[in-house]
T-cell receptor, first 113, second 110 residues
Framework: EAGVAQSPRYKIIEKRQSVAFWCNPI?????LYWYQQILGQGPKLLIQ????????DSQLPKDRFSAERLKGVDSTLKIQPAKLEDSAVYLC???????????FGPGTRLTVL | RKEVEQDPGPFNVPEGATVAFNCTYS??????FFWYRQDCRKEPKLLMS?????NEDGRFTAQLNRASQYISLLIRDSKLSDSATYLC???????????WGAGTKLIIKP
């Protein structure tokens, strides 16, 4: 079974630039998560989709972050404009309905200069 | 106060020893708990769910203590490959929402 795919794996941008990340979850998984993980911290949920609806986006900085899940499958996460404190690993995970998050994708390591 | 707290470690443990670490949670309404393993510069991987009755998977045992609001992970006969950061996660106000600890780093030494 193919795992959760994410791209790009690494991204370096300057502050105030825009960036987008892509995630392709496990086929058939209804739930998709985007997490932000800063070095030395646990993952922080940014947004959780169930099919193509949003279940939880309470910690998403909506003034600069946006996310969508196309047709309940792939998802993109965008940051516009980026700030220095957005430097982190952005992890995508999927799960069956009501399952624990997982598997996770390999993540996108974002550096904002 | 953080909702889910873990001792960051590192726990330095000789190979073959038994090691245990706890994770405390503040939300008494939390229903679901999980342990994840995260290797350096890798993604988290689900290790095991934590049930009220406890859960054992080979050398790993997870326990839930609702009275004292903590979960524990016990690793017996530790292997070098067990070296990783162990993250705990608990459900928040709804089972949809997981709150994560910052992780406990475990180093198994030969």
């Amino acid at each position: 079974e193919a795992g959760v795919a994410q791209s790009p794996r690494y991204k370096i941008i300057e502050k105030r630039q825009s960036v987008a990340f892509w995630c392709n979850p496990i086929s058939g998984h209804a739930t998709l998560y985007w997490y932000q993980q800063i070095l030395g911290q646990g993952p922080k949920l940014l947004i959780q989709f169930q099919n193509n609806g949003v279940v939880d986006d309470s910690q998403l900085p909506k003034d600069r972050f946006s996310a969508e899940r196309l047709k309940g499958v792939d998802s993109t996460l965008k940051i516009q404009p980026a700030k220095l404190e957005d430097s982190a690993v952005y992890l995508c995970a999927s799960s069956s309905l009501m399952g624990a998050p997982g598997p996770f994708g390999p993540g996108t390591r974002l550096t904002v200069l | 106060r953080k909702e889910v707290e873990q001792d960051p470690g590192p726990f330095n443990v000789p190979e073959g020893a038994t090691v245990a670490f706890n994770c405390t949670y503040s939300n008494s309404a939390s229903q679901s708990f999980f342990w994840y393993r995260q290797d350096c510069r890798k993604e988290p991987k689900l290790l095991m769910s934590v049930y009220s009755s406890g859960n054992e998977d080979g050398r790993f045992t997870a326990q839930l203590n609702r009275a004292s609001q903590y979960i524990s992970l016990l690793i017996r006969d530790s292997k070098l490959s067990d070296s990783a950061t162990y993250l705990c996660a608990g459900s928040g106000d709804s089972n949809y929402q997981l709150i994560w600890g910052a992780g406990t780093k475990l180093i198994i030494k030969p």
